[in-house]
């Protein structure tokens, strides 16, 4: 199991940005795939980025295709998310989650969650 700590959101207008950060605490991070996930009110939660193990892969949601960049940094056990070109639509709880394998989009298929950092897009 890993732990996972957000931060980084908060109130932005139209077309601005802001970055992410999940902070993770275990020693094994870097055996564990990191996806953004985010959940709007009254909204299923959806997926939003992933990436894989040592950063090389990624994969992004139709919605933030060429607007958001998942990163990481192993050493310091991190993920990040920038966000770019901000749309109100964007706005919700964004949450960090680890899973021991890539390629799934589904919340279920991952194990550890973060308590989320709320995101706010104002038009």
């Known amino acids: 199991q890993v732990q996972l700590v957000e931060s980084g959101g908060g109130l932005v207008q139209a077309g601005g940005s802001l970055r992410l950060s999940c902070a993770a605490s275990g020693r094994t991070f870097s055996s564990y795939v990191m996806g953004w996930f985010r959940q709007a009110p009254g909204k299923e939660r959806e997926f939003v980025a992933a990436?894989?193990?040592?950063?090389?892969?990624?994969s992004y949601a139709d919605s933030v295709k060429g607007r958001f960049t998942i990163s990481r940094d192993n050493a310091k056990k991190m993920v990040y998310l920038q966000m770019n070109s901000l749309k109100p639509e964007d706005t919700a709880v964004y949450l960090c989650a680890a899973d021991l394998h890539y390629g799934s989009r589904l919340g279920g298929d991952f194990g550890s969650w973060g308590q989320g950092t709320q995101v706010t897009v104002s038009s």
């Open positions: 990436i894989s193990w040592s950063g090389g892969s990624t």
